[in-house]
């Protein structure tokens, strides 16, 4: 299951020829990239990657919110536990689709609902419990507490990073592709235009080049058209006689 989903979320974009960073998956920061389990909203090939505590359980792990230890003791504690583990899955489909609402509601000039914001409340309460400061090198640092065998462990984590982004000033840059993934604009005019140019852009540029090249044959038919010219043929007039 691990291995089937570990392929599955193979970032799209490869490897660029000059550089050894690769580039991120669509969404560019993690929460961002979790809104994006739900694939294309925007299209009619929308999938929903979440089916599952299980499937909640790989994406963290294969996003770095878990160890593969951890992974594996939530895993079974899951199994053993089904009931509880599903609403812990459950939290995390409002989580993101809270998180989808705050992102999308106000792009829509629409207000964001109040259920929402609810929901986002009643999961920060719940995360910031297992949140204390303590001292490291004689400085207070914030450390999570409690979260052993805890099943609800990795959505606290994500609730974090879901407070982290609606603080920061990125969340006024996060913008929505025509596919419906969500993604980060960095750039430095804001004008970055799709989640993925290899993927997304790639299909507009082909598109216009499409329409272009019709648009050129069309000229082209039309101008190999014979016309008839209508030329007025004008009489030479005499202006005077030479001496
Ligand atoms: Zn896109």
Redesign the pocket.
């Known amino acids: 299951m691990y291995k089937t989903l570990k392929e599955r979320y193979r970032p799209e974009r490869q490897w660029p020829a000059n550089s050894t960073e690769p580039f991120p998956m ?1 969404g560019d920061i993690l929460m961002l990239q979790f809104v994006n389990t739900f694939r294309n909203r925007s299209t009619g090939d929308r999938n929903d990657l979440l089916h599952d505590y299980e499937c909640l359980l790989a994406w963290c792990c294969e996003f770095g919110i878990i160890s593969h230890d951890e992974y594996q003791v939530l895993e079974l504690e899951g199994r053993c536990y089904e009931h509880e583990a599903a609403v812990v899955w459950q939290r995390a489909v409002k989580l993101r689709e809270s998180m989808h609402q705050f992102i999308y509601s106000p792009m829509r000039g629409r207000e964001i609902h109040e259920v929402d914001l609810f929901y986002f409340n009643e999961l920060v309460n719940d995360a910031n419990a297992h949140i204390r400061f303590e001292l490291d090198n004689n400085r207070p640092r914030q450390a999570w507490t409690d979260m052993e065998e805890q099943l609800a462990a990795p959505l606290w984590k994500l609730v974090k990073h879901a407070v982290d982004l609606v603080n920061s000033k990125a969340f006024d840059y996060v913008k929505k ?5 969500v993604y980060l604009d960095t750039t430095h005019g804001k004008n970055r235009r ?3 140019p290899l ?2 852009g790639q299909t507009a540029r082909m598109k216009t080049y499409r329409k272009r090249r019709q648009e050129g044959e069309r000229v082209k038919e039309n101008a190999g058209e014979p016309k008839i010219m209508n030329v007025e043929i004008v009489e030479p007039k005499c202006v005077g006689q030479v001496a």
């Open positions: 669509e592709c025509q596919c419906g993934n799709w989640c993925n993927t997304c």
